[in-house]
């Protein structure tokens, strides 16, 4: 009987100790927020979504060869010296590739930022944009490449002029070379004859 008065004076301690705790939370400050409607202050160096401004990329690699995961994907074509629609760059640097693929999938990205400190022009940065959350993988896959079709168009048509250019030059050298053995042969002929 002892025992049973015994419990149920340490349930009722227990019990009334809980509430004191739970009574003293209730005037303190909360340390949670009630997101999505609050946000915590993000600080300013912070390293979230990964964001490039195309039209300062000049197709150098850097990021990609700097990247431990092989997250970044870009293909470039390199364009004739004499097309110059592809412009410059902020920090006016001249576009002499094409960047058609700039790929960079989240999913695989370790928010190290190497990519962006080897880059020459600055336009590879961390942004603060850490609400990007998708149901399909594939939508992590952010594609930076805004290449024109007018200028892509443009681009191949310089391309294969240059390459037109390079072969009619690679024949015209040819048979000069051909003729200017046959002339020495003919020649050797004639001295021969002389002889």
């Not at 690699?61 to 902020?90: M, N, S, W």
């Not at 998708?134 to 681009?155: M, N, S, W």
Request: hydrophobic fraction near 30%.
């Amino acid at each position: 009987m002892k025992q049973y008065f015994s419990n149920i004076k340490d349930a009722v301690v227990t019990t009334a100790i809980g509430f004191g705790v739970t009574f003293r939370h209730l005037f303190t400050r909360s340390v949670t927020l009630q997101y999505p409607d609050e946000r915590w202050d993000i600080p300013e160096r912070s390293r979230m979504r990964l964001h490039m401004d195309w039209e300062d990329c000049i197709g150098c690699y850097k990021c990609a060869r700097a990247c431990p995961v092989d997250c970044i994907h870009i293909t470039t074509t390199k364009v004739p010296k004499d097309f110059d629609q592809l412009g410059e760059t902020k920090n006016g640097t001249s576009k002499r590739l094409l960047v058609e693929q700039f790929d960079i999938d989240m999913s695989e990205c370790m928010y190290c930022a190497l990519c962006v400190y080897p880059c020459p022009e600055d336009c590879l940065y961390m942004t603060r944009e850490y609400e990007f959350s998708v149901y399909d993988r594939d939508e992590l896959i952010y594609d930076f490449a805004l290449v024109p079709e007018q200028l892509k168009e443009d681009a191949y048509e310089a391309i294969e002029e240059e390459k037109q250019r390079k072969e009619e030059a690679r024949r015209r050298k040819k048979a000069e070379r051909e003729a200017k053995k046959a002339r020495e042969a003919e020649d050797s002929d004639n001295s021969d004859e002389e002889e």
